[in-house]
T-cell receptor, first 114, second 111 residues
Framework: DAGVTQSPTHLIKTRGQQVTLRCSPKSGHDTVSWYQQALGQGPQFIFQ???????QRGNFPDRFSGHQFPNYSSELNVNALLLGDSALYLC?????????????FGPGTRLTVT | KQEVTQIPAALSVPEGENLVLNCSFTDSAIYNLQWFRQDPGKGLTSLLLIQSSQREQTSGRLNASLDKSSGRSTLYIAASQPGDSATYLC??????????FGQGTRLTINP
């Protein structure tokens, strides 16, 4: 089992550009959540996808959008990048209800905006 | 609004010591609480998950307790080793798997 995978590992973009990050959930998982972790901080919830729909959203602007595909993989898109968007972006997946809802995180994508 | 606080922010202890990391949360209406480990620049590794109906969970040298009524959880690490050095994060799930994280405790175990 490959676990949660994310691509790319690192990314450098210029202010104003757009970026797409990708996530493949752990086998058997159907829910994908995205988090932003600034340096020295705890992760902040961006949004969550289930059955190809955005189910929940945190306090992030509309510049952050996403998508989930039929195979449960997901993308995070950020438009009009700001310097403050520089962070580690983490994807987490969780299984259908098994009594636990334990979340499994990927290695993250480090985004640097210059 | 749920707020999660972890104390201390950083901790440095000699190898072999037993230690306790603290996590507090403001809203006791949680579904579960999860402890994670994060190595520098890396993703999160799940250590322990405690359901709201449980009082504690154990895995090897790790023991986590949960007191929902007082809004507190502790992570106990026995016989610490240099390989335990990392940042430890606690997170609460208030339902629908949306986690609210603390800022973490950066732990250093000195050989």
């Amino acid at each position: 089992d490959a676990g949660v995978t994310q691509s790319p590992t690192h990314l450098i973009k210029t202010r104003g550009q757009q970026v797409t990050l990708r996530c493949s959930p752990k086998s058997g998982h159907d829910t994908v959540s995205w988090y932003q972790q600034a340096l020295g901080q705890g992760p902040q919830f961006i949004f969550q996808y289930y059955e190809e729909e955005e189910r929940q959203r945190g306090n992030f602007p509309d510049r952050f959008s996403g998508h989930q595909f039929p195979n449960y993989s997901s993308e995070l898109n950020v438009n009009a990048l700001l310097l403050g968007d520089s962070a580690l972006y983490l994807c987490a997946s969780s299984p259908p209800w098994t009594g636990g809802y334990e979340q499994y995180f990927g290695p993250g994508t480090r985004l640097t905006v210059t | 609004k749920q707020e999660v606080t972890q104390i201390p922010a950083a901790l440095s202890v000699p190898e072999g010591e037993n230690l306790v990391l603290n996590c507090s949360f403001t809203d006791s209406a949680i579904y579960n609480l999860q402890w994670f480990r994060q190595d520098p620049g890396k993703g999160l590794t799940s250590l322990l998950l405690i359901q709201s109906s449980q009082r504690e969970q154990t895995s090897g040298r790790l023991n986590a307790s949960l007191d929902k009524s007082s809004g507190r959880s502790t992570l106990y690490i026995a016989a610490s080793q240099p390989g335990d050095s990392a940042t430890y994060l606690c997170a609460v799930d208030q339902g629908a798997q949306k986690l609210v994280f603390g800022q973490g405790t950066r732990l250093t175990i000195n050989p």
